[in-house]
């Protein structure tokens, strides 16, 4: 049998840094650029909003501006498809950062990541690949569970 990816109490926060939306009973939408006006113009709704880390990982401007005024009034959940968590390298120490300062900066009510590959050495593929089934791919999943969210100081969703 093997052993599950775990975050240890010891590391985890005693109290939630994520307590002005709760998602639980919501429903969930993928943020769309076009919709941000009618987003804003209407009073708050339930539900929360998905957004791909990477269209976020620049520093600022209009994407920023956008997304810091839905999460005023919306939960949002951070979604990455590149991290390669299944990948037989070591993560990406730079893109794990840039993954880390998002969850640090708008602090989203869930954060999330694709259990595949995508990456082989300097290669980024346009894709989400499957995973071998054996032990090895197990551990290494694991371990890059663990460190993702020992970077980020919570846990993770996998999809």
Not at 14 to 35: I, N, Q
Not at 110 to 132: F, G, I, R
Request: glycine residues 8%; hydrophobic residues 35%.
């Amino acid at each position: 049998m093997y052993g599950l990816a775990t975050h240890p109490a010891s590391r985890m926060s005693k109290t939630s840094r994520f307590p002005a939306h709760r998602v639980a009973g919501l429903a969930g939408t993928s943020y769309k650029h076009e919709h941000l006006p009618a987003i804003l113009g209407d009073d708050p709704k339930d539900g929360f909003f998905e957004v791909h880390a990477e269209n976020y990982m620049g520093a600022g401007g209009p994407p920023h501006d956008a997304l810091t005024k839905i999460r005023r009034d919306y939960p949002v959940s951070l979604h990455g498809v590149c991290m390669s968590i299944g990948g037989p390298r070591p993560l990406d120490k730079a893109h794990l950062g840039r993954f880390k300062a998002l969850v640090d900066r708008y602090e989203p009510a869930l954060v999330s990541e694709h259990l595949a590959w995508s990456t082989h050495d300097t290669t980024y593929y346009n894709d989400l690949l499957p995973l071998p089934y054996t032990p090895a791919t197990v551990s290494r999943v694991a371990d890059h569970i663990d460190e993702i969210q020992e970077a980020i100081g919570r846990p993770i969703l996998l999809e």
